[in-house]
């Protein structure tokens, strides 16, 4: 247990990169820092996808040398997963972002708890 | 692909593409006729989805649909079997309606200009929902959940006041939340099993299970992407975000959140299920009992919280978590019946918690905007058709014979006896639930049929606003239908499931 652990470290960082994403999207109540657990949640599964699709000594599968064997090659599939996934939250973070600016240009804080109890005040 | 195909299995893949096509092209246009391409895109996936219903019907088999040339390990696919196109039927005729039904709030709650903008977004939403039914890929699902979301979040925003962006915001962390665990989930699975494809990791899934390897991975896969899901479709802990979003948004976007969002993530589990796990090793992987008790517990902290409520829309939006319970419980019961009882339960909250959030807009609305109940006191006499619908409504989630939410409860006690070990705790809380239920639906439908003489507000007849008093119907209809003619829709369930396997 403790050697795989070891031998595959960058999977276990990943792993510790995304609960701490996760925890800081879940539990901070400053807005800016919720977007930035939102950004290492997801480059942590890039990071997870990148290092489970590397296999050391192999290349990008592009033939230049007309070498076929798939010996030679990794997979391309993690690496596309990888940037669709960057589009993904790309797009998820612009509009994370412009909502926290409507907040604050209407509320002028960050704090999403502070936001609810003035909302509570207002009894809208 | 093969020369014999025919013409009609291409449908599911064309209303995919009209949404996703009309709503790039209803950005550009005026709201006018944002407004008749949405209506136009969505009777047409009606059609299509029923041709394609029939013929499978007919047939009696699924079908995969191969996008582009690639075949299974590498490709794309959609598949097709009844559950899937009785659904997407379903789910496009109640988002027709719900939008039809809202059109006249939506014309005042929301600002000039930017309606056009709400017909894109839900042209969106619809694409995105049939994607997550139809995809037989896990990755272009989880694409399809982050649109879904997106698009969901508009709709919730697309009012403005502080208390929608304060909410879309926060369905936003969650949904987030839910998002980020499936996909991490989806990539352990591709690292356990080397496939995207629902079918191929299920086959591979076998063969593990078989072996015995990887039991720790497998079982931290499943979890996380069960609990990625029920987050998402706000299973009981995780609802927080609920009542404000489908509280105070317009009337369609309620709608179509409540009873159709979060139902294309619940099928989605379901899928994964079926699909991908497997029904016996998702049952024997014990996921199933944590599900089970936070359904029960949602069912009855839902309908305590909604009994506490002192506003109608946020009272329904607070049942949505007890009736999410109630699936979900479905779920967790582990047998196929209690599949076919939650199958049918989303049938059933789809039918009703969008007559009631339509219903509800009818009743506010003669009540000078109010939605506090004491101002609501005799609106069903002011606004006769939506008194009636409300109270039809109101009757089906208590479980009143005739209406569908009767079917769901009694499939869900049948299936209850026959499983030895959660019987009584599903009887009980079934029970529990029940009566809750009916304390706040009835106290509201008498409240709203208790005559008052003092009040001033205006009486709107069914001809004041044809369209609306024709969704109500319609809506009234499909219920009952539910309820009346619920054995051969059991029958398709059921042959809906068996073709998962």
């Excluded at chain 1, 800081?24 to 939102?38: H, R």
């Excluded at chain 2, 369905?171 to 987030?176: A, D, K, R, V």
């Excluded at chain 2, 208790?450 to 069914?462: F, G, K, L």
Aim: include cysteine; proline fraction near 2%.
């Amino acid at each position: 247990m403790g050697a795989n652990l070891f031998n595959n470290y960058g999977e276990a960082v990943a792993m510790i990169l995304f609960v701490i994403g996760f925890g800081n999207l879940m539990l901070q109540s400053n807005l800016i820092k919720k977007i930035i657990g939102l950004n290492i949640m997801d480059t942590a599964v890039y990071l997870f996808l990148a290092e489970k699709g590397y296999i050391s000594g192999r290349v990008a599968p592009i033939v230049v040398d007309g070498i076929q064997s798939t010996e030679a090659y990794i997979n391309p599939v993690p690496s596309g997963l990888v940037l669709t996934g960057i589009v993904v939250s790309v797009s998820v973070s612009a509009l994370m972002l412009s909502l926290t600016i409507r907040l604050y240009q209407r509320y002028h804080t960050l704090d999403l708890d502070e936001i609810s109890l003035r909302l509570k005040k207002e009894g809208l | 692909m093969s020369g014999e195909m025919e013409f009609v299995q291409n449908f599911p893949c064309f209303s995919i593409m009209f949404c996703m096509f009309a709503g790039i092209v209803s950005s550009a246009f005026k709201e006018k006729m944002a407004r008749i391409v949405n209506v136009a895109v969505l009777t047409l996936n009606i059609l299509l989805s029923a041709a394609v219903f029939l013929y499978v019907a007919k047939t009696g088999v699924s079908y995969v649909y191969v996008m582009g040339r690639f075949p299974a390990p590498w490709g794309n696919e959609l598949r097709i079997g009844i559950l899937e196109t009785g659904l997407a039927l379903f789910f496009c005729v109640i988002m027709l309606l719900s939008l039809l039904g809202g059109r006249h709030k939506l014309v005042q709650e929301v600002e000039e200009g930017k309606q056009g903008l709400y017909y894109v977004l839900s042209d969106l939403m619809l694409s995105s929902l049939l994607a997550l039914l139809y995809t037989n890929d896990l990755f272009t699902a989880y694409v399809f959940v982050e649109i879904n979301t997106i698009s969901a979040c508009g709709l919730i925003m697309i009012r403005q006041n502080g208390r929608t962006i304060e909410a879309s915001v926060r369905y936003m962390i969650m949904s987030l939340l839910g998002s980020g665990l499936f996909l991490v989930g989806i990539c352990m699975l591709y690292d356990l099993t080397g496939h995207l494809l629902m079918s191929n990791i299920k086959m591979e899934i076998t063969q593990i299970v078989a072996e015995g390897a990887y039991r720790p991975p497998l079982l931290v896969t499943i979890a996380i992407i069960s609990v990625g899901l029920a987050i998402k479709s706000a299973l009981f802990p995780f609802h927080a975000w609920l009542p404000d979003a489908y509280g105070y948004s317009t009337v369609s976007s309620a709608a179509i959140l409540s009873s159709l969002v979060s139902k294309g993530y619940i099928f989605l589990l379901f899928k994964i299920i079926y699909r991908v796990i497997g029904f016996d090793v998702f049952h024997d992987s014990k996921i199933v009992n944590i599900l089970f008790i936070f359904a029960l517990m949602g069912m009855v902290f839902g309908s305590l919280s909604a009994i506490k409520e002192n506003d109608v829309r946020r009272m329904i939006a607070f049942s949505s978590v007890a009736q999410v319970g109630y699936i979900y419980m479905g779920v967790g019961m582990g047998t196929q019946v209690g599949m076919v009882a939650a199958v049918f339960h989303v049938l059933s909250h789809v039918a009703t918690k969008s007559l009631l959030f339509i219903s509800a807009i009818g009743l506010t609305d003669v009540s000078g905007g109010s939605r506090k109940f004491i101002e609501l006191t005799g609106s069903g006499y002011r606004n006769k058709c939506a008194g009636v619908a409300f109270s039809v409504g109101a009757l089906s989630m208590v479980g009143v014979p005739m209406f569908s939410g009767f079917i769901s409860k009694l499939l869900f006690s049948q299936a209850a006896v026959q499983n030895t070990v959660k019987m009584l705790p599903t009887l009980i809380v079934l029970g529990i639930s029940t009566i809750l239920n009916a304390i706040y639906f009835m106290k509201t439908v008498i409240r709203i049929y208790t005559p008052v003489n003092d009040r001033e507000y205006p009486t709107v007849a069914w001809r004041d606003n044809k369209v609306y008093a024709a969704v109500l119907f319609c809506f009234v209809v499909l219920n009952i239908l539910l309820g009346v003619c619920s054995q051969p829709i059991v029958d398709l369930i059921e042959s809906g499931l068996m073709m998962f396997a």
